[in-house]
Nanobody
Framework: QVQLVESGGGLVQAGGSLRLSCAASGIFFSINVMGWYRQVPGKQRELVAAATSGGTTNYADSVKGRFTISRDNAKNTVHLQMASLKPDDTGIYYC?????????WGQGTQVTVSS
């Protein structure tokens, strides 16, 4: 059973920073993609950033230059360092693990950026 546990959300003022972390447990292939998605009410969940186990990263245009994704393959963890936060970054952030044609999700962590 694969489980993802997120931490690090909260309330921050515009211009501030937050760091999200996600730890994956269970048995799964080492070749995988871990990432972060954001969802706001009334909208589809959207990709924020993703990183392959080989080190390739991908970012949504809206966060390029402000967010940095990193992962520790040995510990099966992924982190999202968020800087220069804007109110539009507000949402529930979900950790994702894609492996062997399957996708797993964490429970989500709320990020609220006040103006």
């Amino acid at each position: 059973q694969v489980q993802l546990v997120e931490s690090g959300g909260g309330l921050v003022q515009a211009g501030g920073s937050l760091r999200l972390s996600c730890a994956a447990s269970g048995i799964f292939f080492s070749i995988n993609v871990m990432g972060w998605y954001r969802q706001v009410p009334g909208k589809q969940r959207e990709l924020v950033a993703a990183a392959t186990s080989g080190g390739t990263t991908n970012y949504a245009d809206s966060v390029k230059g402000r967010f940095t994704i990193s992962r520790d393959n040995a510990k099966n963890t992924v982190h999202l360092q968020m800087a220069s936060l804007k109110p539009d970054d507000t949402g529930i952030y979900y950790c994702s693990l894609k492996v062997a044609g399957l996708e797993y999700w964490g429970q989500g962590t709320q990020v609220t950026v006040s103006s």
